[in-house]
């Protein structure tokens, strides 16, 4: 997917979680471009053979078998994601952060908000 159609999705999803501001443009701009990036290299990793490892023939011509960097920066590239992606109201922990910042900015307790709920 291209990182225009990630952004709207993001933006989507930050919608329908409630999260959204539009502050957080740069942040889904950035994350948008991470996951465009995920998407290359994923493709790039089915189109080499989907191998999680590879031989390698180093300097002195031996060979060993190493993690694939395809797969490598894959995995990396996923856990940049998910920190924006929590960071953004998008994962459970995340969503359940920025609902707990939100009440306290509020000057609301968890004792007074139950109270609240009870009556």
Known sequence: ??????????????????TYEDFYLDVIDTLAQIME?????HEQYVESGSLP????????????????????ME??????ALSYWRDL???PSGLKKLNADAIKDKGV???????????
């Open 37 to 41: 990036n995920r998407d290359k290299t």
């Open 1 to 18: 997917m291209e990182k225009a159609e990630w952004k709207k999705r993001i933006i989507k999803c930050c919608q329908d979680a409630g």
């Open 75 to 80: 995995m990396e590239l996923n856990t940049q």
């Open 89 to 91: 109201g998008l994962t």
């Open 109 to 119: 307790g968890s004792f007074e908000k139950l109270l609240e709920r009870i009556t």
């Open 53 to 72: 490892t590879i031989i390698h023939t180093n300097k002195a011509k031996e060979k060993n078998t190493v993690k694939n960097p395809v797969l490598v």
